[in-house]
């Protein structure tokens, strides 16, 4: 969940929302609504602990096409499209330091091959990476907030009046949206962990643990940096400033703080990209293994015991992402998508509790049936936002998830004459 967006989004937050209460109340409600997601991924990921996740829950909720759909968008634009953005954000925050040039791409490349061996080797290798990063990062931002809260006299010597002092005039409701869509993204990586559900010991009570212990975590840290940020940053700062972490690091520290932060960014880009590898080629695995997807993609590494060339696809797509330079357009769409299917998995608790009530659930979802009412109600006005402000990305992105409709009658057809062969009488 910690990824680059803690030291980028306060920038657009802070352009939306100039009042100091107000940005902290939106960081606390997108944390709360990220709970309540996560809540509801911790019903479904007890009920059904198995590799997948997302695409499970669908799957048992509404049947094999919505499932089919979710695997398919996920591959063919928001996941695939998320790693190849984020080896790319890398390369340019790795241009800080030396300039490039005509080396980016190769740069990004290189990362997508690092990231796509490192989890083909095995979930084991993946997490280890993934735990250092994630601490790292971690601390990174710590010393921020240690720095902000403690190092008063250096900042107090640049800052003047306590920011955040002005008041809600100017706020309205459509800001505060724009506001809580880039919080919301910043919070965006607690679903990933049903991904990996099917490989986590005593998944019925770890999952639960993780998603509630990890979200509320995230949610401390954030509100803690953004406390740093608005001590040693006017909002007009934070609003005008693309680094703000690298920023607040140099008012405390100097310019080596802004250096180290930066170094912290690239650390945390790379935390969250490993993390894509992780756990979305899982979701790929289940539904090949379902039948709804090729056939290479269920295969399991017979050494590394990792859906191996699920993993080793999702790198190369993604590759191919970044040649062909759609990258940006695709990120843009791929939001859309994946809050479609965050709205319609949220909606799969209610259907289940109704459809399946002899369930086993080792966890029911605190708060139902209002907190994932809630949720839908959130979701459905952040989609209805994106067709208002942002038709063209909108528009494109259900384009781009209903191609998987013929997709999916193809490979029924393709089962069924499958299915067809192998009950044939053998020819003499």
């Given at each position: 969940?910690?990824?680059?967006?803690?030291?980028?989004?306060?920038?657009?937050?802070?352009?939306?929302?100039?009042?100091?209460?107000?940005?902290?109340?939106?960081?606390?409600?997108?944390?709360?609504?990220?709970?309540?997601?996560?809540?509801?991924?911790?019903?479904?990921?007890?009920?059904?602990?198995?590799?997948?996740?997302?695409?499970?829950?669908?799957?048992?909720?509404?049947?094999?096409?919505?499932?089919?759909?979710?695997?398919?968008?996920?591959?063919?634009?928001?996941?695939?499209?998320?790693?190849?953005?984020?080896?790319?954000?890398?390369?340019?925050?790795?241009?800080?330091?030396?300039?490039?040039?005509?080396?980016?791409?190769?740069?990004?490349?290189?990362?997508?091959?690092?990231?796509?061996?490192?989890?083909?080797?095995?979930?084991?290798?993946?997490?280890?990476?993934?735990n250092s990063f994630t601490l790292t990062k971690v601390v990174g931002v710590l010393i921020i907030v240690a720095g902000a809260l403690l190092l008063r006299g250096h900042a107090a010597q640049n800052v003047g009046p306590t920011p955040g002092a002005q008041g809600f005039s100017g706020i309205s409701l459509s800001s505060f949206g724009v506001a809580l869509i880039?919080?919301?993204?910043?919070?965006?990586?607690?679903?990933?962990?049903?991904?990996?559900?099917?490989?986590?010991?005593?998944?019925?009570?770890?999952?639960?643990?993780?998603?509630?212990?990890?979200?509320?975590?995230?949610?401390?840290?954030?509100?803690?940096?953004?406390?740093?940020?608005?001590?040693?940053?006017?909002?007009?700062?934070?609003?005008?400033?693309?680094?703000?972490?690298?920023?607040?690091?140099?008012?405390?520290?100097?310019?080596?703080?802004?250096?180290?932060?930066?170094?912290?960014?690239?650390?945390?880009?790379?935390?969250?990209?490993?993390?894509?590898?992780?756990?979305?080629?899982?979701?790929?695995?289940?539904?090949?293994?379902?039948?709804?997807?090729?056939?290479?993609?269920?295969?399991?590494?017979?050494?590394?015991?990792?859906?191996?060339?699920?993993?080793?696809?999702?790198?190369?797509?993604?590759?191919?992402?970044?040649?062909?330079?759609?990258?940006?357009?695709?990120?843009?769409?791929?939001?859309?998508?994946?809050?479609?299917?965050?709205?319609?998995?949220?909606?799969?608790?209610?259907?289940?509790?109704?459809?399946?009530?002899?369930?086993?659930?080792?966890?029911?979802?605190?708060?139902?049936?209002?907190?994932?009412?809630?949720?839908?109600?959130?979701?459905?006005?952040?989609?209805?936002?994106?067709?208002?402000?942002?038709?063209?990305?909108?528009?494109?992105?259900?384009?781009?998830?209903?191609?998987?409709?013929?997709?999916?009658?193809?490979?029924?057809?393709?089962?069924?004459?499958?299915?067809?062969?192998?009950?044939?009488?053998?020819?003499?």
């Amino acid at each position: 969940m910690i990824g680059g967006g803690i030291f980028l989004v306060p920038n657009l937050v802070a352009r939306s929302l100039p009042s100091m209460p107000m940005i902290m109340g939106v960081w606390i409600l997108a944390g709360a609504v990220s709970l309540v997601g996560a809540l509801a991924c911790a019903e479904l990921g007890a009920a059904f602990p198995a590799t997948g996740g997302q695409y499970v829950f669908l799957r048992e909720a509404y049947g094999p096409a919505a499932a089919f759909l979710c695997g398919w968008s996920l591959f063919t634009v928001a996941r695939s499209a998320q790693v190849a953005w984020l080896a790319v954000v890398f390369s340019i925050y790795a241009g800080y330091f030396a300039p490039l040039g005509s080396l980016s791409k190769l740069v990004s490349l290189a990362v997508l091959a690092i990231f796509t061996w490192v989890n083909y080797r095995g979930v084991k290798l993946g997490a280890m990476v993934q735990n250092s990063f994630t601490l790292t990062k971690v601390v990174g931002v710590l010393i921020i907030v240690a720095g902000a809260l403690l190092l008063r006299g250096h900042a107090a010597q640049n800052v003047g009046p306590t920011p955040g002092a002005q008041g809600f005039s100017g706020i309205s409701l459509s800001s505060f949206g724009v506001a809580l869509i880039a919080c919301l993204l910043g919070y965006d990586g607690w679903v990933q962990l049903s991904f990996v559900a099917g490989e986590i010991r005593d998944p019925k009570r770890n999952v639960l643990r993780a998603l509630t212990s990890g979200t509320l975590a995230v949610g401390a840290i954030y509100l803690l940096a953004n406390l740093a940020y608005l001590r040693v940053l006017s909002i007009s700062e934070i609003a005008a400033s693309e680094h703000v972490g690298a920023d607040a690091a140099a008012r405390i520290f100097g310019a080596i703080g802004g250096t180290v932060v930066s170094l912290l960014i690239l650390v945390s880009l790379l935390g969250t990209l490993n993390g894509c590898f992780l756990t979305s080629p899982r979701v790929y695995f289940a539904q090949a293994a379902d039948g709804l997807f090729f056939r290479r993609f269920a295969d399991i590494h017979p050494v590394n015991g990792t859906p191996g060339f699920a993993i080793l696809a999702q790198g190369v797509w993604a590759a191919v992402l970044i040649l062909s330079g759609t990258y940006e357009s695709l990120m843009d769409y791929a939001l859309f998508g994946i809050w479609v299917f965050y709205g319609l998995m949220i909606a799969a608790v209610i259907v289940l509790r109704r459809t399946r009530p002899d369930l086993e659930r080792p966890y029911r979802m605190w708060g139902y049936p209002v907190t994932p009412l809630a949720f839908l109600a959130i979701t459905v006005w952040f989609l209805v936002n994106m067709l208002v402000t942002r038709p063209g990305a909108a528009f494109a992105s259900l384009g781009l998830m209903l191609t998987g409709v013929p997709a999916y009658f193809a490979w029924q057809r393709h089962s069924q004459r499958a299915a067809r062969a192998k009950q044939a009488p053998a020819q003499v």
